[in-house]
């Protein structure tokens, strides 16, 4: 199938989108050129289509995404893959402030660093970063999977919620509430399985698998210093 | 929300040209003001006064008792003051001033006729225009665009807790420090706190706005001798709030950033030649290599200050 070409420049952002949707539900292959890492691009696309961002985007590339395929090829800015709740998002570079921001499903994949509250109020689907999560990583996070390769920043898993981060390298430190658990081999099995297809897996990982505490689930005054600490 | 920017040249430049271009591209983040801070050429002597007369009828008696003020601290002008000739009620004014005795109280004096004609920059090379409206419509009013400098600071502004007037825009000159201005993104919480201490030591506010507080926090520490790097490493632990502060002076722009890290800073580097923003797609209308390394202050607690090279040279 013959690949659509659009360019993204300094032209009207609405015009680019109505474009970009047109491609889409025909179903095809999309490469965006020229994006000046500009906001909102790709926002809500159905599955069955596949859309490459040359260079880096701006601030909620890939939101709202419900089964397409999306590659980035250097950096995302804010929310990248904000709500999404099926599909593939895949950013070349660094992945900016709340990557995957309250997503529901699908995987997100950052071959770089990222910034702050990865997956922040994540409901459910995987998060890979093969660099170093940022800090407050996973914070508040209901559900689904935060995997990190190469370490995480400060207030790590702070005031999760049924999400799971999980890091090999070193964190600089735990979040409010989060609790380090050595995982089972069915539980790495399964990680594992959400690595494989990215070509990731390595069985002599030394995993930590962080969880709730579950202090902050039911307010109780004597936790309350560990309140004020949010 | 905001979005603030800075821009250094390696030698003087269109630093106002490249400010213009980094506030239209975040003019989203805030379309209630714009204003811009360009440190030029520094004058050997005299200082440059920027002003807002709040009332253009009454501009004639406004200039003739701040003549009368600075007269009484023996300066005067040393050129005609000019002003914008736009329709508004309100006016901007340029004025170059002989060096007065004393800097603070002579600010302290010209600020008894803040409520007509409000200073809002003094110094050998620091210049501060805004004005309420986007950054297009600004830099066509007041000649932004043919500013030229070594540096300089940008700000849109989103009015969260202080009102929409051309003088509570920003940058914020560091009121009475020649120099020194500063742009924010963000909100302080213990505003009044530092406020008033900062009150009781002499120093005047005349907006409730919290990015007039911290120029004049971050200066008060450098007044009693800290560097600019650790009075913006102090400002992270002594001032609450999620925040992404500019501070420049003659010969340095600093950043600081809360430790929340709420609020973001992109910066290139291309050689010495700064080009700093809230939103990375601002910095690519400026930069030179659509390739070039972006730099992400997204963490809590950063901090960092750039120099700035050769301000007389021609480039």
Redesign the interface.
Known sequence: MSETIITVADRPIREVHQEIQAAAQAGGSILIRDA????NLGVGLPPGCSVRFE??V??YCGGLNTGARIEIER?A??GCGEAMSDGHVTIGG?A??SVGAAMLGGTIHVKGDC???VGVAMKGGHIVVEGKI???SGFMAHGGKIIALGGA??SCADALWEGEVWVTGDIQDLGVDAVVTEPTAEQVAEVDAILDPLGLKDTSRDWRRIVAGKRLWYFESRDAKAWLMI | MCGIAGRILNAPGKVGADLVELMDAQEHRGADSTGFAVWGVPRDDGYIVRAIGFDRTRMAADLEDFRAILKQHGSDFIEDPTWDNDRSKHYSVRMIIRDPADMAEWVRAADEICTRLEMQSVGRSLEIIKDTGGAYAVADKHGVRDMIGTHGLGHARLATESDVRPNASHPFWARPFPDVAIVHNGQITDYYTWRNRLTRQGYRFLTYNDSELIAVWVSDRMKQGLSMEQALTRSIDEIDGVFTFMIGTPETIGFAKDRF?MK?LVVVNELGRIAAAT???AV?RVVLD?DCD?I?Y???CQFGTWGVGNRRAAA
Do not use: K, L, T, V
Request: net charge neutral; charged share 25%.
């Open positions: 000046r890492s500009r906001h260079g880096s701006g601030y950096n800015g804010w660094y900016g402030m910034g702050p509250r940022g800090y407050q920043g400060g | 890290a973001p939103e990375e797609q690519r659509e972006i992400n997204d963490g809590p």
